[in-house]
Every structure is written in C-alpha cells, then in structure tokens.
Nanobody, 126 residues
Framework: QVQLVESGGGLVQAGGSLRLSCVASSGALNMGWFRQAPGKDREFVAA????????KYADSVKGRFTISRDNAKNTVTLQMNSLKSDDTAVYLCAADPYGSVATVQDMSNPSKYDTWGQGTQVTVSS
C-alpha cells in the first residue's frame, strides 16, 4: 500500500512563500494537492500526471502556486508564492495508485484519489 508523507507547512505572513513536499513510498502515480479549512469542504489545489507532462491548478491559485515532481525521488512539491489569508488550511497530498484519474476533469476530483497523507497545516497571517 502506498504511503505519503508531507512536510513544509507552517506560519507565514501574507505575501510570503512556502514550499510543501510529499514523498511517496512508490512511484508512477498521478498526484495531487488538496486543502481543507475548518468548516469547509476539501478543495482541489493542484495536480500533476504520472510523467509530469500535465499540470492542473485551481483558479484560485493559478499564477501563484506551482506543482512539480521528481520521479527519481518519488516526490511531489507545491511551491506557494504570494500567499493570502484565504490560503490558510490543512494541505493534503493525494495519490492515485490504481489509475482512477483518467481525464483532466478527474485530476481535481478527490474521490479519484485512493491514498492520502496526514496533512500539513499552512497558516497565513494578514
């Protein structure tokens, strides 16, 4: 069973940057980042295909966040710049080990990901 370990969360002032990392116990997976704020539903942030050839972003983070992957290290990274208070949430790494993500639309659907990390808190102070 694939396991995911996230790191890199913390407290940052608005306008600042953070870099989140997710290390998977095995590779060749579609990967994504989601976030969940208190009292809100889980929200798609960004996703990348197995090869890294296609990336998808939520409109709210386009131009500010960048997702990348290093398949040699089974690592997916989320670089977050120009952070806003609305970005405050628990960020969760997700993996699709069974190939459920088959379309671009699937990339932002949390039900298509079978494996989740424990989450890392990101707090942006205004």
């Amino acid at each position: 069973q694939v396991q995911l370990v996230e790191s890199g969360g913390g407290l940052v002032q608005a306008g600042g940057s953070l870099r989140l990392s997710c290390v998977a116990s095995s590779g060749a997976l579609n990967m994504g980042w989601f976030r969940q704020a208190p009292g809100k539903d889980r929200e798609f942030v960004a996703a990348v295909t197995t090869s890294g050839g296609y990336r998808k972003y939520a409109d709210s983070v386009k131009g500010r966040f960048t997702i990348s992957r290093d398949n040699a290290k089974n690592t997916v990274t989320l670089q977050m710049n120009s952070l806003k208070s609305d970005d405050t949430a628990v960020y969760l790494c997700a993996a699709d080990p069974y190939g459920s993500v088959a379309t671009v639309q699937d990339m932002s659907n949390p039900s298509k990901y079978d494996t989740w990390g424990q989450g890392t808190q990101v707090t942006v102070s205004s």
